[in-house]
């Protein structure tokens, strides 16, 4: 199956500052990359869309100012979690998809954010 | 919310026994999926079910759905130590758009 990465692995930053998160599928384009959210022993929350070029969708109850994703090409994808608080800290996954050519989604291997 | 429910929560059986699971959904959906998610990583696709398919197999796996229950059942036959994890149906709401269920813990022991 395709490869999709994220970088990076994990982090650990202070409250109130900013991180990015990257998503790349390494050999597929994805028209659509999908951004969710683990909390330990939970299920995965969908948190947003994001088609390539336009503006991403987001999920009820997630806010667009404090998770700011950006697709800006077929095989690159990033999520920015400004101003983070220890209620950030969470698993976040994503996955890469492409709607002309398969009903399969691949997912990364994940970002453990810590925010102390 | 979720739109998938699993049961059971948690799953305790000894190696070479069938591990079967559950999921139930609430809205019509395109395919049905289940998802295999080991400790603390990333989540690896197990199979695929179409909404219009009743059943299929791939190696251990067999994978059952009911769209008039709206429900699905996912068996892992002579099961191994290595298929202890986390089991997750998703529901595909279209445009790959994906629900997921509470999951159920799978421990297999030697």
């Known amino acids: 199956g395709a490869v999709v990465s994220q970088h990076p692995s994990w982090v650990i930053c202070k409250s109130g500052t900013s991180v990015k998160i990257e998503c790349r599928s390494l050999d597929f384009q994805a028209t659509t990359m999908f951004w969710y959210r683990q909390f330990p022993k939970q299920s995965l929350m969908l948190m947003a869309t994001s088609n390539e070029g336009s503006k991403a969708t987001y999920e009820q109850g997630v806010e667009k100012d404090k998770f700011l994703i950006n697709h800006a090409s077929l095989t690159l994808s990033t999520l920015t979690v400004t101003s983070a608080h220890p209620e950030d800290s969470s698993f976040y996954i994503c996955s890469a998809y492409n709607w002309d050519s398969t009903d399969t989604q691949y997912f990364g291997p994940g970002t453990r954010l810590t925010v102390l | 919310s979720q739109q998938g429910e699993e049961d059971p929560q948690a799953l305790s059986i000894q190696e070479g026994e069938n591990a079967t699971m559950n999921c139930s959904y609430k809205?019509?959906?395109?395919?049905l999926q289940w998802y295999r998610q080991n400790s603390g990583r990333g989540l690896v696709h197990l199979i695929l079910?179409?909404?219009?398919?009743r059943e299929k197999h791939s190696g251990r796996l067999r994978v059952t759905l009911d769209t008039s229950k709206k429900s699905s059942s996912l068996l892992i036959t002579a099961s191994r130590a290595a298929d202890t994890a986390s089991y997750f149906c998703?529901?595909?709401?279209?445009?790959?758009?994906?629900?997921f269920g509470a999951g159920t813990q799978v421990v297999v022991t030697p």
């Open positions: 998703a529901t595909d709401l279209g445009w790959g758009k994906l629900q």
């Open positions: 809205t019509s959906i395109n395919n």
């Open positions: 079910i179409r909404s219009n398919e």
